[in-house]
């Protein structure tokens, strides 16, 4: 069905019974294709602004935490856990520093003295779990509905489809004849909003999938730091004994 309107727009086209320019597609669209052209344009933008937000923040993170390691890690080999503080709090945004201070500050308000409770280990443990879940739902932020326009963009371009294939029966039917120029306009309007459609939602698929992965390095990320923290915390316990 679709390779036979494709080529009986080729035929109208190559006739000249319609342009083949944007300008002219648009103005030959009815009212309900233009509504589905305006929808999917939103929703186009709407993906292109998540997908540079989620690029520009995890390049930031990405770019910040390989500065932040080192010198966090200098830090606690040192035993300067204040200054292993502050210097993951100059590094807002990178994820290792969200998720490494939060562990840090917990383990040192439950510090009271030289001698390390095994309830500072288990509440820092805590605390890096509960940074960790919050910086993975921010780092998810806009991906869903990136999602969400990957798989719904077709089914909104597919609707303009029918209506026109609708008007183009209809024109055929008003004007008592079959040919071209009957149906030239209404396989117009179908075929722009069927490609406009998967124009939308290819890249937010791709996209989607590629922040994904992204996302899931980042989950590696941070439990291997929590985890050396943690391995951290313990030797220092035992080595105060």
């Known amino acids: 069905m679709l390779l036979f309107k494709l080529n009986l727009l080729a035929i109208t086209l190559l006739q000249g019974e319609i342009g083949f320019d944007l300008r002219s597609m648009w103005n030959q669209s009815g009212l309900v294709a233009k509504s589905v052209i305006i929808v999917l344009a939103i929703m186009s933008a709407w993906s292109i602004g998540v997908m540079i937000d989620r690029m520009l923040a995890y390049s930031a993170a990405r770019k910040q935490s390989r500065e932040f390691a080192p010198l966090v890690a200098g830090c606690l080999k040192e035993g300067k856990i204040d200054e292993a503080i502050n210097v993951s709090e100059q590094n807002k945004k990178s994820h290792l520093a969200k998720v490494v ?5 917990e383990f040192q308000a439950h510090q009271t003295s030289s001698e390390i409770p095994g309830e500072a280990i288990e509440a820092s443990k805590r605390a890096l779990e509960r940074a960790t879940a919050i910086t993975n739902a921010e780092l998810k932020r806009g991906i869903s509905g990136l999602a969400t326009i990957g798989s719904t963009a077709p089914f909104v371009g597919l609707f303009g489809t029918v209506f026109g294939i609708i008007s183009a ?10 040919g071209l120029s009957a149906v030239a306009g209404g396989i117009s309007e179908a075929l722009i909003t069927t490609a406009f459609g998967l124009f939308v939602a290819v890249p937010a698929v791709w996209m989607f999938n590629y922040f994904n992965n992204k996302i ?26």
């Open 216 to 241: 899931e390095s980042f989950d590696v990320e941070m439990n291997n730091s929590s985890s050396e923290l943690i391995d951290y915390f313990l030797k220092k316990r035992g080595g105060k004994r």
């Open 101 to 105: 201070v939060a562990g840090l500050q």
């Open 169 to 178: 029966f209809q024109g055929m039917s008003s004007e008592k004849s079959t």
